[in-house]
């Protein structure tokens, strides 16, 4: 029982009940089972993207241009799809993780060969992407008249009463949870962030671990690429813009540290879920929705105090004074 007790998860659920409970005094509607389907599908790219940064988050790591490998990824597919319709969506699905693909490889190459850290390859690597899409695009949009209508129907198709999009969440949640808890790059990338020195002495590759992380965030950032435009029916420079802070958020939210070495799938999943039901009942309860930056990072503020002070230990003593005074 003190265990559940302890459990960020179970705290986390509890959170999601009572916020659910609450909105849902004030408007019956919003607790209504098509509702709260519709906000799971409406946070399923963040559960998706929040996944994929909690990996890099857990190797002592951060990568800031997750969403803009996604508005690049999306973009390439789009202009691909407007200029080559007759290419399959499924043929476009694969373009766009490997593209993702190799933009987060860049990212893990830099931080493995150069030494360079993290925040400041993947904050001048948001930069870069940003102005290639551009550049590629020549400063224009990719409207809906110009998609095909099979690349803007892929996620809005209906699989046993849920769209695809939110199907795509659960096994890719799914496949993160037997990664991090049943393989062995998914301990080494705990071990890494747990203790980089022992890691090594442990015959764990560092760089070679990071740089896996790295390629992971990457290739969910394409996959979203293409899941966005689709979604949205928009490619743009701006896609997707600032989406960094709710990605970081959900992470921080669902308990990864950003010291590294803990964090688990559930909660992650959980934390993206309370920003996307949160941003959901601002509406109901009468507050804009620009208070959602504001709100997310307070929400990181106060989960990065909670985060530290539940993993603050006492020291251990390691000789201890067994004489007894006269």
């Known amino acids: 029982m003190k265990y559940l007790l302890k459990s960020r998860e179970i705290w986390l659920f509890l959170a999601?009940?009572?916020?659910?409970?609450?909105?849902?005094?004030?408007?019956p509607a919003f607790g209504s089972f098509d509702n709260l389907l519709g906000i799971f599908n409406n946070s399923s790219m963040l559960i998706i993207l929040a996944l994929g940064q909690m990996v890099v988050i857990i190797t002592r790591s951060i990568d800031l241009s997750m969403a803009a490998n996604l508005a690049l990824s999306g973009m390439c597919v789009a202009l691909i799809n407007a200029g080559y319709p007759e290419i399959p969506v499924p043929v476009l699905v694969l373009i766009a993780t490997a593209c993702g693909t190799i933009l987060g490889a860049f990212n893990g190459l830099l931080i493995w060969k150069l030494g360079i850290p993290s925040i400041v390859v993947t904050l001048?690597?948001?930069?870069?992407?940003?102005?290639?899409?551009?550049?590629?695009?020549?400063?224009?949009?990719?409207?809906?008249?110009?998609?095909?209508?099979?690349?803007?129907?892929?996620?809005?198709?209906?699989?046993?009463?849920?769209?695809?999009?939110?199907?795509?969440?659960?096994?890719?949640?799914?496949?993160?949870?037997?990664?991090?808890?049943?393989?062995?790059?998914?301990?080494?990338?705990?071990?890494?962030?747990?203790?980089?020195?022992?890691?090594?002495?442990?015959?764990?590759?560092?760089?070679?671990?990071?740089?896996?992380?790295?390629?992971?965030?990457?290739?969910?950032?394409?996959?979203?690429?293409?899941?966005w435009v689709s979604r949205y029916v928009i490619g743009s420079v701006e896609v997707a813009k600032g989406y960094e802070l709710s990605i970081i958020a959900a992470c921080v939210i669902g308990g990864v540290s950003i010291a590294g070495g803990i964090g688990t799938v559930a909660g992650t999943v959980l934390g993206a879920l309370f920003l996307g039901l949160v941003n959901s009942a601002l509406p109901v309860i009468n507050i804009s929705p620009f208070w959602q930056m504001a709100i997310s990072g307070a929400a990181i503020i106060l989960a990065v105090v909670f985060n530290a002070r539940s993993e603050r230990r006492q020291g251990r003593i390691i000789l201890k004074n067994t004489r007894s005074d006269p």
């Open 16 to 27: 999601l009940v009572a916020v659910v409970i609450g909105t849902t005094l004030r408007s």
């Open 124 to 227: 001048g690597t948001l930069t870069i992407y940003r102005g290639v899409i551009f550049l590629i695009a020549g400063g224009k949009w990719v409207n809906a008249d110009q998609l095909s209508p099979a690349f803007i129907q892929g996620t809005r198709l209906d699989i046993l009463g849920m769209p695809l999009l939110s199907w795509c969440a659960i096994a890719i949640t799914l496949a993160f949870f037997v990664m991090m808890t049943r393989t062995a790059p998914g301990r080494s990338i705990y071990a890494v962030g747990v203790n980089p020195t022992a890691s090594v002495y442990a015959g764990i590759n560092l760089g070679k671990t990071i740089f896996l992380a790295f390629c992971i965030s990457g290739l969910v950032s394409g996959l979203c690429g293409y899941l």
